[in-house]
């Protein structure tokens, strides 16, 4: 299974960006995309956005037009930037690859990054 590391977060004010990163080793050879997901306390996970391989990008409506992911197969990682960031997007935000079992690009949720944000 690949395991991802996630890095990037902290806390912010309303109205602040954070940028993400996810690194998982063997990410551009193996062309595996990238889903990311949040998790706010006493709420289940929930999921962010998609990034692919190829750089297509799908999001949850609660953060298109705010949040925008990239990657740079150079170093397998892929990003999450994160602007105009509200109290409600405060989570530990997770990533993993985006493969079935048995597929190479089959991965955990990593530890996770928390994000807070408050005034």
């Known amino acids: 299974r690949v395991q991802s590391v996630e890095s990037g977060g902290g806390l912010v004010q309303p109205g602040g960006s954070l940028r993400l990163s996810c690194t998982a080793p063997?990410?551009?050879?193996?062309?595996?995309?990238i889903h990311w997901s949040r998790q706010a306390p006493g709420k289940q996970r929930e999921w962010v956005s998609w990034i692919s391989a190829d750089g297509i990008t799908t999001y949850d409506v609660s953060v298109k037009g705010r949040f925008t992911g990239s990657n740079d197969k150079a170093k397998d990682t892929v990003y999450l930037q994160m602007n105009e960031l509200r109290p409600e997007d405060t989570a530990i935000y997770s990533c993993?690859?985006?493969?079935?079992?048995?597929?190479?690009?089959?991965?955990?949720w990593g530890q996770g990054t928390q994000v807070t944000v408050s005034a």
């Open positions: 993993k690859t985006d493969g079935v079992a048995s597929s190479p690009c089959f991965g955990d």
């Open positions: 063997g990410l551009s050879s193996a062309n595996c995309g």
